[in-house]
């Protein structure tokens, strides 16, 4: 993962977002980042029935100036000029990441109705196909701080973004690192488990992993589902996943919406492009 200085965090202005901007800034900080609120004003739906977007944008435009008020008060470095426009937030989001190029962008996964769920799965979904930067999807429940990474990787293909991605968080947030590689069922696993974790030596031997405890992992089953299961066994603070356009994060987990990816994790996940 490249130098990141700005840290982009979608904000709906509702009490459950706060624990995303907890993380967010606990993440800005060890990356030395600025935070940056951002807000997607939606579109009418039904304009015949009464138009007011553009005092839905002004009013959240001045809760979000508020907010990083706040922040910036409470001593978290942020830019006070929020990022408000109306439109889909994951257009809104992608807009803003391809205008920031060494933007990191963090959002969370914690809805509560099922239209609020079904919005934020198209969200993610297009977000983790189409964002030209990481984009860190903070889990809904609250967490400790960072302090163990689980890095998933495919050892026949060449040293990805993830890899390089968790040896520089882990450095940051002096954080143990957990390497994994899923092989398939059918392979013996008394011959297989030897020859997969020194695969895994080998392919991150072209990493710098110096100062960083690394634990080399090889779990024979189906990679989506041993992924997740190993996140909840290491107890992982954060996955991280390459995602090579639509076939990455797909390929590994196999589920058929982002949202549904981070609702099956029992931590926050970083997808890497």
Not at 36 to 48: D, G, K, S
Not at 148 to 158: G, M
Not at 201 to 210: E, G, I, K, S, W
Request: a negative charge.
């Amino acid at each position: 993962m490249n130098r990141t200085d700005t840290v982009l965090i979608a904000v709906d202005l509702l009490p459950s977002c706060e624990g995303t901007i907890k993380e967010a800034r606990r993440v800005a900080e060890a990356l030395d980042a600025e935070l940056v609120l951002l807000h997607a004003v939606p579109v009418p739906t039904m304009p015949e029935f009464g138009d007011d977007t553009l005092g839905d944008r002004e009013r959240a435009e001045t809760r979000c100036r508020e907010r990083a008020a706040e922040l910036a008060q409470e001593g978290a470095r942020v830019r006070l000029d929020p990022i408000v426009e109306v439109g889909c937030l994951s257009d809104v989001l992608l807009k803003a990441a391809r205008a920031h190029p060494t933007a990191l962008v963090v959002l969370g996964s914690g809805s509560k109705t099922k239209l609020e769920r079904l919005l934020l799965g198209s969200n993610v979904e297009t977000l983790l196909g189409e964002c030209p930067r990481p984009v860190w999807i903070v889990h809904a429940s609250e967490r400790r701080a960072i302090s163990r990474l689980l890095v998933a990787v495919d050892t026949s293909r060449p040293t990805g973004e993830a890899l390089k991605a968790g040896a520089f968080l882990a450095r940051k947030f002096g954080a143990r690192l957990d390497l994994m590689c899923v092989f398939p069922e059918s392979a013996k696993r008394a011959a297989s488990l030897p020859k997969q974790q020194d695969d895994l030596r080998r392919y991150a031997a072209d990493v710098d992993l110096d100062g960083v405890e690394v634990e080399y992992v090889a779990w024979e089953g189906e990679p989506g589902a041993r992924i997740v299961e190993a996140a909840s066994a290491r107890d992982s603070d954060l996955l991280v996943l390459g995602a090579a356009g639509r076939r990455g994060i797909y390929r590994w987990l196999k589920l058929p919406l982002g949202e549904q990816v981070a609702r099956a994790l029992p931590c926050s996940l970083l997808s890497v492009p």
